[in-house]
């Protein structure tokens, strides 16, 4: 079964750190380009950050850009997200997601998507 | 960056009835259009992409439409089940949007 679980997730200050990790299983990991997505109490979804399969080629949205770090290991099947100066604003449900078909990271939908993890940033 | 917006923000429906919910793109995205399904708790699941092709294991009464700037998603007879909120997103750029979500609830 192709499945993707999130952790790391927690109640953080503002300013502070956080890394969320997602283990993937299932399918070949390193083949596919991967994101995290968040999610804000009561709003709707944003896209936050991807990178390749290779891992090589990431990309951040303009509101974590700098703060953000997405990486991956693909010996452990991981996806990352390191968040650093972490905002109130950045208080969401984080899922990580798989993109559909495999190869570089691009124009794609989102076909497999975790559980999620919650981070609260609050002093 | 590309704006999504949908229409309406909420819909109320019957078990049975015919639902269309609307999602604009602020420029053309060809056909880079998908909808998802998202119920309370739980993650958005795939439901159209490509603006009208249906992901594996979607029931077909959902169908989605459109290109450019509008599309629809339609649900040709509403069932308990799919009470939840949809999104759309464009995928026309890797800088992806998601519109805001409209939530179908039982009138």
């Known amino acids: 079964e192709v499945q993707l679980l999130e952790s790391g997730g927690g109640l953080v200050q503002p300013g502070g750190s956080l890394r969320l990790s997602c283990a993937a299983s299932?399918?070949?990991?390193?083949?596919?380009?991967m994101t995290w997505v968040r999610q804000a109490p009561g709003k709707g979804l944003e896209w936050v950050s991807g990178?390749?399969?290779?891992?090589?080629?990431?990309y951040h949205a303009d509101s974590v850009k700098g703060r953000f770090t997405i990486s991956r290991d693909n010996s452990k099947n991981t996806l990352y997200l390191q968040m650093y100066s972490l905002r109130v604003d950045d208080t969401a449900v984080y899922y990580c997601?798989?993109?559909?078909?495999?190869?570089?990271?691009?124009?794609?939908?989102?076909?497999?998507w975790g559980q999620g993890t919650m981070v609260t940033v609050s002093s | 960056d590309i704006q999504m917006t949908q229409s309406p923000s909420t819909l109320s429906a019957s078990v049975g009835d015919r639902v269309t919910i609307t999602c604009r793109a602020s420029q053309s995205i060809s056909s880079w259009l998908a909808w998802y399904q998202q119920k309370p708790g739980k993650a958005p699941k795939l439901l159209i992409y490509?603006?009208?092709s249906l992901e594996s294991g979607v029931p077909s009464r959902f169908s989605g439409s459109g290109s450019g700037t509008e599309f629809t998603l339609t649900i040709s007879s509403l069932q308990p089940d799919d009470f939840a909120t949809y999104h759309c997103q464009q995928y026309n750029s890797y800088l992806f949007t998601f519109g805001p979500g409209t939530k179908v609830d039982i009138k």
């Open positions: 990178l390749s399969g290779s891992g090589v080629s990431t």
């Open positions: 997601a798989k993109l559909k078909n495999g190869g570089d990271y691009g124009s794609d939908v989102f076909d497999i």
């Open positions: 299932g399918f070949t990991f390193s083949r596919y380009a």
């Open positions: 490509d603006a009208s």
